[in-house]
């Protein structure tokens, strides 16, 4: 059986590559094509609905959004049968790859941007949007990645402003850091497989109204 959901990765640090080796039952198909962007092309020619996710600043948390996306998409889908129905792929964190992410853009259905809620976060992410995202006219969200309750409202309140003042597209739902998170590419699980406790149900709760307030519940 097709899986529903296809996970990609253009970019060259291969992070997702190294991430998904060490998971014992992928719940989607997977492959890393940073050699081979010609590849993408074939997504055009496929029904799925094909997500970019991208921002040039490295260490926004891409690979985990991308990662987590597909697992709980493939997840609200199981057992529907419908085939393939969600793309989404991992870009580069850096200037040097651009070309790389153009050719992730030009077969995009959306974009979604994650942005962590700190200062340094702020212009390369604007570049992303504004000299790379934009000009494509794809429909894109900001999301506010990595937030640590702990750390209070000010940063992320901020951020908020920020994002609102440029007027981008802004996801309601926030992505809370977790040390769950951290640990899961070494310990070679997705949202959909942490332990049963209180903290990753609360992380996987993030995912799943991300996925749900983007529409990621089907074929539209």
């Keep these: 059986m097709t899986s529903s959901v296809y996970v990609v990765s253009i970019d060259p640090q291969a992070s997702t590559v190294w991430w998904a080796d060490r998971i014992t039952d992928l719940p989607f198909d997977f492959s890393q094509e940073h050699e081979t962007p010609?590849?993408?092309?074939?997504?055009?020619?496929?029904?799925?609905?094909?997500?970019?996710?991208?921002?040039?600043?490295?260490?926004?948390?891409?690979?985990?959004?991308?990662?987590?996306?597909?697992a709980v998409v493939s997840n609200v889908l199981n057992g529907q049968n419908r085939g393939l129905q969600h793309v989404f792929i991992d870009t580069p964190g850096s200037l040097q790859d651009e070309n790389l992410l153009l050719?992730?853009?030009?077969?995009?259905?959306?974009?979604?941007?994650?942005?962590?809620?700190?200062?340094?976060?702020?212009?390369?992410?604007?570049?992303?949007?504004?000299?790379?995202?934009?000009?494509?006219?794809?429909?894109?969200?900001v999301v506010i990645n990595n937030?640590?309750?702990r750390d209070g409202?000010?940063?992320?309140?901020?951020?908020?402003?920020?994002?609102?003042a440029k007027a981008w597209p802004r996801a309601q739902t926030v992505l809370r850091?977790?040390?769950?998170?951290?640990?899961?590419?070494a310990e070679g699980q997705v949202v959909t497989q942490y332990p049963k406790n209180r903290v990753a149900m609360e992380a996987r709760e993030d995912f799943f109204r991300?996925?749900?307030?983007?529409?990621?519940?089907?074929?539209s």
């Design 153 to 164: 409202v000010v940063d992320l309140e901020q951020t908020k402003e920020y994002i609102d």
């Design 177 to 185: 850091r977790y040390k769950v998170h951290t640990r899961a590419a």
């Design 147 to 149: 937030w640590d309750p």
């Design 103 to 141: 050719k992730a853009l030009a077969v995009a259905d959306d974009v979604i941007v994650p942005m962590p809620p700190e200062p340094l976060a702020f212009d390369p992410t604007a570049r992303t949007i504004e000299k790379v995202v934009q000009p494509t006219g794809l429909p894109y969200r």
């Design 38 to 70: 010609e590849n993408l092309k074939v997504l055009q020619d496929l029904p799925a609905k094909v997500h970019v996710v991208c921002n040039q600043k490295g260490g926004v948390g891409k690979t985990t959004s991308t990662l987590n996306l597909g």
């Design 210 to 219: 991300l996925a749900l307030e983007l529409g990621y519940g089907g074929q």
